[in-house]
């Protein structure tokens, strides 16, 4: 991969993984410095970065990896912010929609979050969400199933218990 | 409320922060070269690993000599800080020492046993980037007690965090000490077994000596083989490890269930009569090497051996059959290290079971297997020498870079099997020199097992 392969692609997938990884962690900033890293790391590793059929989705599970990681966050909670990082938007004001659903994801266990996640926002079929989270087809349909019904009770004010929150 | 799964599909946040493309690739750059250069550290910790036996070997405490001269240790309740020149960061170059709690975040399922300490004094470092990140804390607690208490709380917590709790991240296990570690280590595997070539592996590991407690992280890439990570971040802290024994006695926590790296013992109804272990002269003919700051310990039935030494990531003593009895002894000294351990079995056959199992053990290991992946790591190699006789097998384990071995001899007589075990300044290309060195402790020792056959020798 060349530089300018490296920056169109950085260019191009940064937002869009960052929005990704924000909706399965619910921390938009700790997204954003999971998806910063895990460029890096690609940019490390560009000989095997290069052979990869689907590059976002290394950056994608790389970034995960990094956010559910207790060191990463005891490390985020220390450091003070990088001077090198360039503000590229204004923080967008909190969208009442957007906040509920956030709030609502992060009460569903993960491996539900990451599915609904990789199924209805990075839009991967099936076979890929179970490729990439490395468990059989069955048990995706399980979790989407669940995470679905579990994400509609938690969002409707007249929902009972959550019981469809279980982990799968 | 509107429909959540539309939604979902329509979330999209913008970033607020990030890097130019040129200052990513000038940090991936970076790393490349450092991880290009990382296996030069290796170096210093196979030395560090011979230097630290000797206050590795005192963790299982000793209940038929004496208890070590109280010089040994400084009275534990007197020290109201860590010592300035405690190494925190040993090995870790570039790292941020600071006097602060970096472990505080420590979480298996929901529970952070490190999060409400109030230690007398803490001392942390820190490193991070690429494929090494490490953070080290070491508490100062009131007492030894507390330290103990804690290590127990933390290991209790992880053992609690199984697969299947929705609170889990990945899977958890905990790994007992061994002759490198006397503490405890906590692997979590984030990939849950699955190959990754990120660091998505995280080995806890734990000790605590009279009021000290040291804790530390390491991320690697060690899914599916977390046993390598164990042994390679053990091998790092030795260093810090032989530290510790300085502000106190290693304090080795108790087991709620079964490890598979633990080598259980036969019922106790099998541990009679010929079962048991004589109670042998192993330490006869030991150089007293205490002016150096050397130190003999046993015979013992309670010191940490080999059971629990991993070849290849596999226990070099099998499960089955079950050891009805064992007695060890050791001498240390600057740079060196012996260890001669006899386990009983309950007949010679069960005794012969054993011994191929182990030979098969190491044999698989041979010629060279390294370790996998992660941060600073040391590799291990492992070479088997002929020994010219069916039931004795000599093997080495040595870093793959730099100083530190050891050569072990294995040998089976009657319902025993007899291991001697010296550890120096080897690398792989001159381990063979401290053959015979290991040959004349073996004669000493081998007839004492005659007490162990049907017929003496």
């Known amino acids: 991969m060349t530089e300018e392969e490296f920056d169109a692609f950085y260019d191009a997938s940064f937002a869009r993984v960052t929005s990704q990884l924000h909706a399965m962690i619910g921390d938009r900033d700790e997204a954003q410095e999971c998806v910063q890293e895990a460029f890096i790391r690609a940019w490390s590793r560009r000989k095997q970065l290069a052979d990869l059929t689907h590059p976002e989705a290394w950056i994608r599970t790389t970034a995960y990896r990094l956010a559910v990681s207790r060191w990463r966050r005891m490390r985020l909670a220390r450091r003070p912010p990088d001077r090198a990082l360039h503000e590229v938007a204004p923080s967008a004001g909190p969208d009442e929609n957007r906040v509920a659903l956030i709030a609502a994801l992060r009460q569903l266990p993960d491996s539900q979050r990451r599915a609904l996640v990789l199924h209805h926002l990075c839009d991967l079929p099936v076979q890929q969400v179970a490729e990439e989270t490395g468990v059989p087809v069955g048990t995706v349909k399980a979790r989407l199933h669940r995470g679905r019904a579990a994400l509609t009770a938690l969002l409707d004010a007249d929902a009972g218990p959550t019981q469809g929150a279980a982990h799968v | ?457």
């Open chain 2, 1 to 457: 409320m509107s429909d959540p799964i539309r939604d979902l599909e329509s979330f999209a946040t913008t970033p607020t922060v990030r890097l130019d493309a040129a200052e990513v690739r000038r940090r991936g750059d970076a790393r490349r070269r450092r991880r290009n250069v990382g296996g030069t550290v290796a170096v210093a910790v196979a030395v560090a690993v011979i230097a630290s036996t000797g206050a590795v070997l005192a963790a299982g405490g000793d209940d038929r000599s004496d208890p070590p001269p109280a010089t040994t240790s400084p009275t534990p309740s007197v020290l109201e800080q860590i010592p300035a020149d405690f190494p925190i960061a040993a090995g870790l170059e570039g790292a941020e020492v600071s006097r602060t709690a970096a472990m505080e975040g420590l979480d298996y399922c929901g529970t952070t046993p490190l999060g409400d300490l109030a230690p007398r004094d803490v001392r942390s470092a820190a490193l991070s980037g690429g494929e090494t990140s490490e953070i080290r804390t070491v508490y100062l607690l009131p007492d030894p007690e507390s330290a103990a208490k804690v290590q127990q709380e933390v290991v209790d917590a992880a053992r609690r965090c199984t697969d299947g709790d929705p609170r889990d991240s990945g899977t958890v296990a905990v790994h007992d000490g061994d002759a490198a570690w006397p503490g405890v280590s906590i692997s979590e595997d984030f990939a849950r077994g699955a190959a990754s070539a990120e660091p998505s592996v995280e080995v806890v590991n734990l000790l605590a000596a009279g009021p000290a407690l040291l804790v530390t992280s390491s991320y690697g890439s060690w899914s599916g083989d977390v046993a390598s990570g164990v042994l390679d971040t053990r091998a790092q802290l030795a260093t810090l490890a032989a530290a510790m024994s300085g502000l106190g006695t290693p304090s080795t926590p108790g087991t709620e269930q079964e490890d598979p790296l633990l080598l259980p013992e036969a019922p106790e109804s099998e541990k009679v009569g010929q079962g048991t272990v004589p109670d042998l002269d192993l330490a006869q003919g030991f150089v007293d090497m205490s002016a150096d700051g050397g130190e003999q310990l046993g015979p013992s039935a309670q010191l940490t051996g080999i059971d629990r030494t991993l070849v290849c990531g596999q226990p070099l003593l099998a499960q089955q059959p079950l050891p009805t009895g064992r007695l060890l002894a050791s001498n240390s000294g600057p740079e060196f290290l012996e260890l001669r351990q006899v386990i009983g079995y309950r007949d010679a056959d069960a005794a012969k079971q054993a011994f191929t199992e182990l030979f098969d053990t190491v044999s698989a290991c041979t010629p060279k297997k390294a370790g996998r992946g992660g941060a600073v790591m040391a590799s291990r190699v492992w070479q088997v020498f002929g020994s010219g006789d069916p039931d004795s097998v000599v093997f080495a384990d040595t870093a793959a870079e730099g100083l530190g071995g050891s050569l072990y001899r294995v040998s089976r007589k009657g319902r025993a099997l007899l291991v001697v075990m010296q550890s120096g300044e080897w690398s792989t290309d001159t381990i063979g020199g401290g053959l015979s060195d290991l040959d004349r402790s073996n004669a000493v020792v081998a007839p004492m097992l005659c007490a162990m056959t049907e017929q003496g020798c």
